[in-house]
């Protein structure tokens, strides 16, 4: 086996949150990473993560989509297959088409993420001890989870699959150290495992990186209809000193059209040089502010929660904007307004404005 596998990492997700943590991981060790999206950075880096964005798209693009993408990405030692931990998204098109670009002989599937409530027992992925499938997650109006038994994902042409429950992240931890011959297996999974991967692969912790506070302002987009989202938002607003854009709490029909106005009205505000910063919730709220500044990679520089990576981004003016993204249902009421604190390197209260 290897013994540098640290410089040769390669992740590949569905959604740009998926993309960022779960590198991030592995930033918090001390190792480099950059994130393109639909193509490989050009920044070398340790980690090399690529969102591939096709959770929104059809069966048919995600599969072609990772294929293509799952060829460029084989060559490196790790190859790992990020999955939402709701199992949301086309699941079992992208593990066929992934694995069978791999070239990897073995797949260890294992979705829980303890940190976020979301636990795999006897097979069956549970949020905060509900299958998934029945819980808010199996109503959502994009990308409902359809199953909670991880086999009903696994695409029958894949014969050596190992399906790991862990109800805490030591266990996980745990059995993904003790897996022999790394390089020949498509891991997947969600953050969870990230963390586990990390920890087996960079087995030397470097102290956490620091980041010296911005004295621009910080634009906070919550696109997510994750009533958490909301309820962060609101802890958010009530603290004030903050730019806070944010879509209606209940669902509307057409939510394709409610992230299109609110990525226009955050692209429209990050024109003005007095942002220095960016959060954002939900993987398609990120990625539709960004693809509105055609920014199409930046690099991780930590976590600010577990599942709360920030990076930095060039814009095309020459500016660096901080971008910190998490998906929709994680984190406490407080995630945001913490968020905000330390990327200012403060937590004093300044002056509420809102957009």
């Known amino acids: 086996?290897?013994?540098?596998?640290?410089?040769?990492?390669?992740?590949?997700?569905?959604?740009?949150?998926?993309?960022?943590?779960?590198?991030?991981?592995?930033?918090?060790?001390?190792?480099?990473?950059?994130?393109?999206?639909?193509?490989?950075?050009?920044?070398?880096?340790?980690?090399?993560?690529?969102?591939?964005?096709?959770?929104?798209?059809?069966?048919?693009?995600?599969?072609?989509?990772?294929?293509?993408?799952?060829?460029?990405?084989?060559?490196?030692?790790?190859?790992?297959?990020?999955?939402?931990?709701?199992?949301?998204?086309?699941?079992?098109?992208?593990?066929?088409?992934?694995?069978?670009?791999?070239?990897?002989?073995?797949?260890?599937?294992?979705?829980?993420?303890?940190?976020?409530?979301?636990?795999?027992?006897?097979?069956?992925?549970?949020?905060?001890?509900?299958?998934?499938?029945?819980?808010?997650?199996?109503?959502?109006?994009?990308?409902p989870a359809r199953h909670s038994a991880l086999v009903d994902l696994v695409p029958s042409c894949i014969k050596n699959v190992t399906l790991l429950d862990a109800v805490t992240q030591e266990e996980l931890d745990s059995q993904i150290a003790s897996i022999e011959d790394p390089e020949s297996i498509l891991w997947v999974g969600s953050p969870g495992m990230a963390a586990a991967l990390s920890r087996r692969f960079v087995p030397t912790e470097s102290p956490p990186p620091v980041i010296d506070g911005i004295s621009n302002d910080v634009l906070v987009v919550v696109g997510s209809a994750n009533l958490r989202s909301h309820r962060q938002a609101d802890q958010l607003q009530?603290?004030?000193?903050?730019?806070?854009?944010?879509?209606?709490?209940?669902?509307?029909?057409?939510?394709?059209?409610?992230l299109r106005r609110i990525a226009e009205?955050?692209?429209?505000?990050?024109?003005?040089?007095?942002?220095?910063?960016?959060?954002?919730?939900?993987?398609?709220?990120?990625?539709?502010?960004?693809?509105?500044?055609?920014?199409?990679?930046?690099?991780?520089l930590l976590e600010l929660d577990p599942g709360f990576p920030l990076g930095r981004a060039s814009l095309g003016d020459g500016r660096s904007l901080l971008l910190a993204m998490k998906a929709g249902g994680f984190g406490s009421d407080d995630a945001l307004e913490r968020a905000v604190a330390r990327i200012r390197g403060t937590t004093q209260t300044l002056r509420t404005d809102s957009l």
Do not use: N
């Not at 959604?15 to 918090?28: N, Q």
């Not at 088409?97 to 599937?109: I, P």
């Not at 603290?239 to 059209?257: H, I």
């Open 1 to 143: 086996m290897r013994t540098d596998l640290q410089t040769c990492i390669a992740i590949l997700a569905d959604d740009l949150t998926s993309a960022a943590d779960g590198a991030a991981p592995f930033v918090a060790r001390g190792a480099s990473a950059s994130i393109g999206r639909g193509q490989l950075p050009g920044q070398a880096s340790a980690v090399v993560a690529v969102d591939s964005g096709s959770r929104s798209a059809t069966s048919s693009q995600a599969f072609e989509r990772v294929a293509g993408l799952t060829g460029r990405l084989a060559g490196h030692a790790v190859l790992y297959k990020t999955v939402d931990s709701t199992l949301r998204g086309h699941i079992a098109q992208e593990l066929e088409a992934c694995f069978a670009a791999s070239g990897r002989k073995s797949l260890v599937f294992a979705p829980a993420f303890p940190q976020a409530g979301r636990t795999t027992v006897g097979g069956i992925q549970l949020v905060d001890g509900i299958p998934v499938s029945e819980s808010a997650y199996g109503k959502d109006p994009v990308h």
């Open 238 to 258: 009530a603290s004030g000193g903050v730019m806070l854009l944010r879509g209606p709490v209940a669902r509307e029909q057409d939510p394709t059209a409610v």
């Open 265 to 300: 009205d955050a692209a429209r505000a990050l024109q003005d040089p007095r942002f220095g910063a960016l959060i954002a919730t939900g993987g398609d709220t990120m990625e539709a502010v960004l693809d509105l500044l055609d920014v199409r990679e930046f690099e991780i």
